[in-house]
């Protein structure tokens, strides 16, 4: 019984990540194509992750003590809600960017565009080493995070040289920087979560 509980609440984390997965992609379909209510279900999904993952803590909480494998995955469902928190600022960004008209460069847009294919490409390999919980899927999850982080680290530091030649406005660079590093978040949280997942 106690095993097949397990194998239960992995495909309950599973469902988890593909949920961050959908709000990521209605996130960047409001950031291409300026739609409030992609925000909006995007931020519907974030309160069904809350929820969720209070749930699923608690209840592996009860199995910790006696099972192995539940301590070792205690804190994944709350690693996998950190994904959403980070993607709910990207959300809030968002909304500010469309209500107050903020334009961001060509450049931003397209540095932006790379971080939602990249967040997107990392989420689904998270959801295939919730599946699989095999080393090489957490080590590939940890490859691409570290890879998101560092690229938006670059990212970043040319905004600043953008910034300096007048090419972006302060306003809109606020924003812009919130987003990039609510992307590194969003990586890290990954990587930790897949990790606690391939843990044995």
């Not at 509980?5 to 990540?17: G, M, N």
């Not at 690693?79 to 709910?88: A, N």
């Not at 691409?144 to 670059?154: G, H, T």
């Amino acid at each position: 019984m106690s095993e097949q509980t397990i194998k239960d609440l992995k495909k309950e984390i599973y469902l988890l990540v593909h949920k961050t997965q959908e709000m990521l992609e209605l996130t960047e379909d409001a950031f291409m194509k300026n739609k409030a209510n992609s925000l909006d279900q995007a931020e519907d999904l974030a309160k069904e992750i809350h929820a969720k993952e209070i749930l699923l803590t608690a209840t592996l909480a009860k199995m910790a003590a006696a099972n192995n494998e539940a301590r070792a995955l205690l804190t994944a469902p709350a690693h996998i809600e950190k994904i959403s928190t980070s993607l709910k600022r990207i959300t809030e960004n968002i909304r500010a960017r469309i209500k107050e008209g903020l334009l961001f460069s060509d450049k931003a847009i397209q540095e932006t565009g790379t971080m939602f294919t990249r967040s997107k490409e990392l989420l689904k390999k998270a959801g295939e080493t919730t599946v699989t919980g095999s080393a090489t899927g957490a080590n590939a999850v940890k490859n691409e995070a570290d890879a998101i982080i560092s690229m938006a680290d670059n990212f970043a530091t040319t905004h600043e040289d953008r910034l300096v030649t007048g090419e972006c406005s302060p306003k809109s660079s606020s924003t812009y920087l919130c987003m990039l590093y609510a992307f590194e978040d969003i990586a890290s949280h990954a990587k930790e979560a897949t990790k606690k997942l391939a843990s044995k």
